[in-house]
Nanobody, 114 residues
Framework: QVQLVESGGGLVQPGGSLRLSCIAS????????MGWYRQAPGKQRELVAR???????YYADSVMGRFTISRDNAKNTVYLQMNSLKPEDTAVYYC????????WGQGTQVTVSS
């Protein structure tokens, strides 16, 4: 059974940065496309970014140029570097297998506020 553990969230002022991490245990991590998602209060979960096994990336328009997704297959870890954060980035952030969704982890809360 695959377990996803997200970390790195917190409270940050507008314009600040955070780096999220997600460790996936119990799977052949390196072959899968992984995604970062977020869910704000009262809204549906949305895809923020994804990265293929080969390192190709995709970003939602709302985060393009501010967020960077990366992965370390040796560590079964996917990262999300978030710069120039805005209040509208406030949400719980999750990672998951993009094409074959695992059970969702607890996520990590990101709050952008002055």
């Amino acid at each position: 059974q695959v377990q996803l553990v997200e970390s790195g969230g917190g409270l940050v002022q507008p314009g600040g940065s955070l780096r999220l991490s997600c460790i996936a245990s119990g799977s052949i991590f390196s072959i899968y496309t992984m995604g970062w998602y977020r869910q704000a209060p009262g809204k549906q979960r949305e895809l923020v970014a994804r990265i293929t096994s080969g390192g190709s990336t995709y970003y939602a328009d709302s985060v393009m140029g501010r967020f960077t997704i990366s992965r370390d297959n040796a560590k079964n870890t996917v990262y999300l570097q978030m710069n120039s954060l805005k209040p509208e980035d406030t949400a719980v952030y999750y990672c998951n297998n993009y094409y074959n969704t695992y059970s969702w982890g607890q996520g990590t809360q990101v709050t952008v506020s002055s």
